[in-house]
């Protein structure tokens, strides 16, 4: 499964539509959100998007939730994909049928709250016995806390996030007698070592926005600061963007294309090296040749840093959600928060769990000594960041999108491409204040 934090070009459109009739009115016992259990516990609606393994495991959870305690029954319904689930959230919006709770992206908290329908936590999450103390707050990895909050409240919490690495071929690597790349400079000397052997270097997804994100952040600068200043064509991004598409152009380096994610090509043995979300693992595990040899490393640095942008996919509260309701679906978070479920879930889903308790855990230790490749995908979190969230960040996400792609289809240069996405980055947030 790909760990997906982004709307799609119809999907934003179906957004636009239905926010422009959403009244944000409550909930009733009607309603998803509301009513009684029969068993006559407070109902917690849940939506998600999980599916296989995922979806199995989380079952699990829910389950061992409600036998857990008798005040609360949570009911899960899977929606289908994240896009599937983001459109049925908007739909629910407007016809006042949304859930008590659901997983949420970061970066779509904004548009949420512009629209009224998602509430923050901060009644739950910071008071009464089971608040969330500084040390369980502490425990959360940095780069998913950057985002836990938005204009001084909380609205997520975390529950799967995956980290960026990188992933490589260790029978190119000794076949060729190559070593991991540390760097993008490495590349270069990888890509002489290659030439003429009909392998490419480096293959990304149909897109290379992660990349670009990752490699602007280590040259010094965010593509959207959280003061919301659009940094498309610092000298810092255009190196990132002139670094990415210098590869495209001299074929050392290939977009998945028509495949979409750079996994399929390279367990045909096509591609050296690809980078993806930890949760890739999982896939590659499930597909590759078992007489394939693959490792997995840290994302190379660039101009003397290194990073990663990490795919944070929580769990948001509704509005039309009563005062129980709320609580309950705070006790919820919690738990899937916890040590042992985290430890859990990333044992059983490829997952890298939310939290630092989980991850020191004697069982979590024991799962990466049996699946070393599990390592960096852990290791990631250390100097990984989250993206600015921001009204408007579909539909500038769609236009990223656009720019990449001219880079690939068209042939443009980072240049061209990202000077015109600062225009159109600006004008977005500038129709949205």
Known sequence: MKLRRFLTVAATLAAAVILAGCSGGSGSPSTP?????????????FWYRMNGVYEKALKSYITDFNKSQKQYEVVGTSQGSYDDLQKKLLAAAKSRTLPTMSQVTDITVPEYIKNGFILPLDNVALKGSDKLTDKELADIYPGIRQNLKYQGKYYTMPFATGTRIMFYNKDILDKYKLSVPKNWEDFAAISQKLKGTGITTVGFNKSYDFELETLAYDAGNRLVTPQLKVNLT?????????????????????????DVYFNVPFVQGKMFAGFGSSATIQQLKNTAPKTMHWGTALMPG????????????????????????????????????????????????????????????????????????????????????????????????????????????????????????????????????
């Open 33 to 45: 959100g509301g009513g009684t259990s029969s068993s006559g516990r407070t109902k917690i609606t």
């Open 302 to 433: 660039f101009q003397g840093k290194e990073s990663n942008v990490l795919g944070n996919n929580g769990l948001g509260l509704f509005k039309g959600a009563s005062a129980k309701q709320q609580q309950g679906a705070w006790q919820f978070m919690k738990y899937l928060m916890s040590s042992k479920v985290q430890a859990d879930w990333g044992e059983k889903t490829g997952y890298v769990p939310v939290v630092k308790s989980a991850v020191t855990s004697a069982s979590y230790q024991a799962f990466l000594k049996k699946n070393p490749e599990y390592q960096a995908a852990v290791d990631a979190y250390e100097k990984a960041f989250s993206s600015t969230p921001f009204v408007g960040y579909n539909e500038y996400r769609n236009d990223l999108y656009a720019a990449v792609d001219a880079t690939i289809s068209k042939g443009e240069s980072a240049k061209t491409a990202l000077t015109a996405l600062q225009k159109q980055t600006e004008q977005i947030i500038q129709d949205n204040k």
């Open 234 to 258: 610092t000298p810092a991004t255009l190196a990132a963007g002139n670094a990415i598409v210098a590869m495209l152009h001299d074929k050392t380096a290939a977009s998945a294309g028509t």
